[in-house]
């Protein structure tokens, strides 16, 4: 389906969107089901270690993963939320300081469901260098544009 | 980049006076004088801003004594928007293998329903 889209939104936020050719109840099921999300989680980026998920609001999950290149890393939170449409949940990177609020809405048309994802940093500055560095450009270029960036502050 | 390192970079730019000083110093290096030009605030407190970005290593001071320019250090800044680069690149691969899962169970759900 569609690629990954990056909007930008309120001054700390990141939003996704994402289109999957599926009804919305296999989406949401794909997305909180350990065993199918040992099946996506990391693409043909990162091999996973392990997949934690207690499906209950209060609940915690973990996710650990191997990228190909590169160490190690752990992220999870808590299920603060568990619609039908709507899951919110807090994520935390094992290796960067704060908490994200992360804001999943799943909408079914046609047999497509529209992900649309709000992460919602603690700090409006990682917003800005995600927005000005150009996500959709590539690593290179972001970084040849940090002189622009700062300029910009 | 160490959690600490990260962290104190986030910090020091949360401020908008040394947000301004990083633009300022973003055009070249400049004295402390130089760049309380601009402020409404002392050398003091402007040094006291430096002190924080020169922690979180967002500037680097000269050896000379008299004058001691600031000077932008970009590793930090590259630090962060490499980390959000890798948080988009790692969901965009995710979705995509996620694209497959989907049409396993789309299909699984399709033979099911065929069946008497």
């Known amino acids: 389906m569609s690629k990954l889209q990056v909007l930008t939104g309120a001054p700390n936020e990141i939003v996704m969107t994402r289109q999957f050719a599926a009804p919305r109840r296999l989406v949401v099921k794909a997305m909180t089901t350990p065993e199918l999300i040992k099946r996506w989680l990391g693409g043909v980026r990162a091999e996973v270690v392990s ?6 609001v209060g609940g915690r999950y973990r996710y650990v993963l191997r990228p190909h290149k590169g160490k190690e890393f752990a ?6 939320e568990l619609g039908e449409d709507r899951v919110v949940q807090t994520e935390a990177f094992d290796d960067y300081p704060g908490e994200a609020l992360v804001t999943t809405t799943f909408t079914e048309a046609n047999g497509v469901t529209t992900l649309h994802i709000v992460v919602a940093f603690e700090s409006e500055m990682v917003r800005d260098i ?4 150009g996500m959709s450009e590539g690593a290179g270029e972001s970084y040849d544009k940090l002189e622009a960036l700062v300029a910009g502050l | 980049m160490t959690p600490a390192r990260l962290d104190a970079t986030f910090t020091a730019l949360a401020d908008p006076t040394r947000r301004a000083i990083l633009a300022r110093l ?3 290096e400049a004295s402390v004088m130089e760049l309380a030009a601009p402020f ?3 050398q003091p407190a402007i040094s006291k801003h430096l002190k924080v970005l020169e922690r979180a290593g967002l500037i680097s001071r000269g050896r ?3 004058r001691r320019p600031c000077k932008l250090e970009g590793a930090p800044l590259r630090d962060a928007s490499a980390w959000i680069d890798r948080y988009r690149e790692f969901w965009d691969a995710s979705f995509d293998a996620l694209d497959g ?3 396993d169970l789309v299909k699984t759900e399709r033979k ?4 008497p």
Request: glycine content about 10%; aromatic content about 6%; overall charge positive.
């Open chain 2, 64 to 66: 000379d004594a008299q």
């Open chain 2, 40 to 42: 409404a605030m002392s």
């Open chain 2, 26 to 28: 973003a055009k070249g």
């Open chain 2, 101 to 103: 899962v989907l049409a």
């Open chain 2, 112 to 115: 099911r329903k065929e069946k």
């Open chain 1, 51 to 56: 997949v934690e998920v207690d499906l209950r």
């Open chain 1, 130 to 133: 995600v927005v000005k560095t």
């Open chain 1, 75 to 80: 992220f999870g939170g808590v299920y603060r």
